[in-house]
């Protein structure tokens, strides 16, 4: 990992120096990264790949200004998400604005498990699971939505999540709480029915 940051560090420096085949790497070494964050956004896929261009476009232009405080791809994506909340603004989707605080409840550092009884698998096809998940994902608070998916799909740490989101680790980890215990809450009531 390491070397996977000092290699980024580089390119980042050959680009601030004008080099523009280095940034043409980082957008090789991040592009699909990036396209299916924005696609948790975003669904049209054409839609994707203009947001997830326009987002390159803006790391380019803001380079100058990165100073290096975060890793490189943690800036990226704090780049990522905010161009698709803004798409979705102009496309008159605005995204909830609802956040919740680490005073707001209780919260683990453990996932949250769902009980061998009534096994989602067992009750519904993978499917209507997979349809089930999905629905529950879209449903979630956006900052819940947005902390889940940076953890569970692209395994970012805590930290390097509350960089992204511009929030302390601990509403990261109520975040992140609160959206495994809504997705679960939402498969027990799939399972009732």
């Not at 987002?55 to 780049?79: C, E, S």
């Not at 905010?82 to 496309?91: C, D, G, P, R, S």
């Not at 980890?173 to 029915?193: C, H, P, T, V, Y």
Request: proline share 3%.
């Amino acid at each position: 990992m390491n070397s996977e940051i000092d290699s980024d560090k580089r390119l980042v420096e050959r680009v601030k120096r004008g080099d523009k085949r280095a940034f043409d790497v980082l957008v090789l070494k991040y592009q699909h990264r990036i396209a299916n964050l924005i696609g948790r956004y975003v669904r049209d896929q054409d839609e994707v790949l203009d947001v997830t261009q326009e987002v390159f476009v803006k790391a380019y232009r803001a380079m100058a200004n990165f100073r290096g405080d975060a890793q490189f791809y943690t800036w990226l994506y704090r780049i990522a998400i905010n161009t698709a909340k803004n798409f979705l603004v102009a496309k008159s989707r605005r995204p909830p604005d609802t956040d919740i605080d680490i005073d707001d409840g209780e919260f683990s550092d453990h996932p949250v498990v769902i009980s061998d009884e009534g096994n989602p698998e067992d009750l519904l096809s993978g499917e209507d699971l997979k349809e089930v998940l999905q629905k529950a994902l879209e449903d979630l608070p956006e900052e819940l939505r947005t902390a889940l998916m940076l953890r569970e799909f692209d395994g970012l740490s805590y930290g390097e999540i509350a960089q992204v989101m511009e929030c302390p680790v601990g509403t990261v980890r109520s975040r992140i709480f609160r959206g495994r215990e809504s997705i679960e809450k939402r498969i027990e009531e799939m399972n009732q029915e």
